[in-house]
């Protein structure tokens, strides 16, 4: 079950990922939330960024993700 769970987390990562490098970008994540139709500045896209940024490079990786899933 917890193989589904991160198999689908992945998916969900993926599709914010835009450019595949295995990093969202505050930029990448405005874009995905822009087009699911909300609004959101790149300010505050950051600062949700910066929330599960563990090593200070100012991106989220699956790893960030993951544990601000599993938090």
Do not use: C, P
């Not at 505050?26 to 959101?40: C, N, P």
């Not at 500045?41 to 790893?63: C, K, W, Y």
């Amino acid at each position: 079950m917890a193989d589904i769970v991160e198999t689908a987390a992945r998916k969900v990562f993926g599709r914010y990922d835009l450019d595949g490098d295995g990093l969202v970008t505050a930029d990448e994540y405005r874009k995905i939330v822009s087009e699911l139709g909300s609004h959101i500045t790149e300010s505050e896209a950051q600062e949700l960024i910066d929330s599960v940024d563990s090593n200070g490079d100012r991106q989220m990786s699956f790893e960030e993700f993951w544990a601000a899933l599993n938090g």
